[in-house]
């Protein structure tokens, strides 16, 4: 529910705020005052577009504010608590139109995008006009209000949640599908590189070995002759290394009997001679195995061969070729069952079609009864509002089994007997009328007739008042085509109406503005040369005189005070002084 309303710098708007109560508010106020620029600030708010153009002149910036009271348990509490809200606050909702820098929306103080406001203002509020009929006019809507009037959202829920299974495993299958008709020819491919690798018996760590193994077999003359010499140096060669240390260690032993301190550098020369002799030894182990096999070095140098051609074509490292081979042995088991998987696929989604068509089968009996009684309703309601021959029907259509712009046929799986399966089901709905006797039913969004549009639309406003999720309803230029009689039904049904509802009505009818519970006055006037917009909540007298104004034009005489007094004591069927303490 709309409590506060704040406007600022916005077209011919300098400053403005409102408060509103619930029940029926009235706005009222001459041609041109700027009633209407207050609904397009709400209509902002709840998602429209903007544009710089709506800004003040000499100012940068526009800045509009509204205050909704959150019903718990509503449909709006749980959207807010879906978008990560706290749906026990206060809804406030905040835009700043700018000149040179990006528009700005702001959600309880958060910055945040059109798609979030429109998604959360979807069933705030709705405004009703002479041309702005939002959805309740649009014929993708009349489904919805059909659903909503027959209490069939439910079974409209479950059709949704099936096609929504349904829509993935199509997906899922024909992808399934599309693999198994190239299922032959890829396994062949997967198998050959599975027994490629295989074959090569690769090791870890082969390659960088071999490498080390090449490099000794291409060097083995070398590697034979500098061993060579190093044991001939160390051990056998006159002279060595090993007799020289003996011949010291000799010398030392006789020094050590003039001066035992000798006896650790004799013990360390018998190490060294020890380790020179083990050392010795490993050179003769490793000459004996040093290879010089030009065969050999041609096999190594083959194999090194394979295992570079493999890593080129299986990832660049042998790691890789062993991850590679692990990912085809995945594949071919996925390949090996996807026949399984198309039929298992097939059996879930014969199974949930039958759910999904049945329940759709269902729905559209329910759909036409209930299009009979909201067709005969609408109708003795508008012949309240003085159209009592009107003809209103509720024509329903399957849609044709056909998707896209190429015409190619849908999926069976979303098609029942020849008719197309949505996620609403298999129907589209219009609504028909008739305005006068004689005229053939027509479209309901062809009527050019203000008057009788107005009536339509508050007929139905009227009959989805009780099952409408909106809290607040704006009628914006209600009044437009009618008069006398008829005016002042309209402005019963608008207090009818506001039982269930917050109603905000613009109108120029005092018949109507009577019914009000609260009833503020739109002006303007110029100051320091600027036009400037006011807003002002009536008082008993006041709304006598605002009453009187809209009776009797600009003159206002004692007969049409007395006259605009009377009118709002039988509207509200009690003293007219007991408003003010609404």
Known sequence: MLRELSIKNFTIIDKLNISF?????????????????????????????????????????????????????SRLAQTMKEKGFDESEELVIRRIISRKARHRIYINGCLSTIQMLNSITENLAGISGQHAHQGLLKEDQHLLILDQFGGLMPQRAEIYRYYHEIVPMIKMLQELKSAGDHQDQHIKLLEFQKKEIIDASISSGEDKALEQKKIRLKNGEALYQAVNGSIEDLYSAQGAIVERIVEVKKRLEKASLIDPALTEQIKGLSKSIFNLEDIAEELRNYQKNVEMDEGLLEKIEERLDVLHKLKRKYGGSL???????????????????????????????????????????????????????????????????EMSQTKFKIALQSIPPIDGPTGESLNSHLTCDNKAISETGIDRATFMIAPNIGEALKPLSSIVSGGELSRVVLALKAILAKTESVETIVFDEVDAGIGGRVAEIVGEKLSSLA???????????????????????????VSCGRTITGITLLDDKERVKEIARMLGGVEITRATLDHAHEMLDKAVNRPLDKQSNK
């Open 21 to 73: 109560s619930d029940g029926l508010t009235i706005l009222s106020g001459e041609t041109g005052a700027g009633k209407s620029i207050i609904i397009n600030a709400v209509n902002l708010l709840l998602g429209s577009k903007a544009t710089s153009r709506l800004i003040r002149t000499g100012f940068e910036e526009a800045e509009l504010e509204a205050l909704f009271q959150i019903t718990p348990g």
């Open 319 to 385: 790691d890789a070729i062993f991850t590679c081979l692990e990912s085809i042995d995945q594949e071919l088991s996925k390949t090996a069952n996807i026949s399984e998987k198309i039929a298992e696929t097939e059996a879930k989604m014969d199974t949930l079609h039958a759910k999904l068509a049945h329940s759709a089968e269902n729905l559209s009996k329910k759909r036409k009864q209930s299009a009979d009684i909201l067709a005969k309703k609408v109708e003795k309601e508008l012949s309240t509002l």
């Open 499 to 525: 039982r269930y509802h917050q109603v905000i009505c613009i109108t120029h009818l005092p018949q109507i503005a009577k019914f009000g519970d609260y009833h503020f006055r739109i002006s303007k006037h």
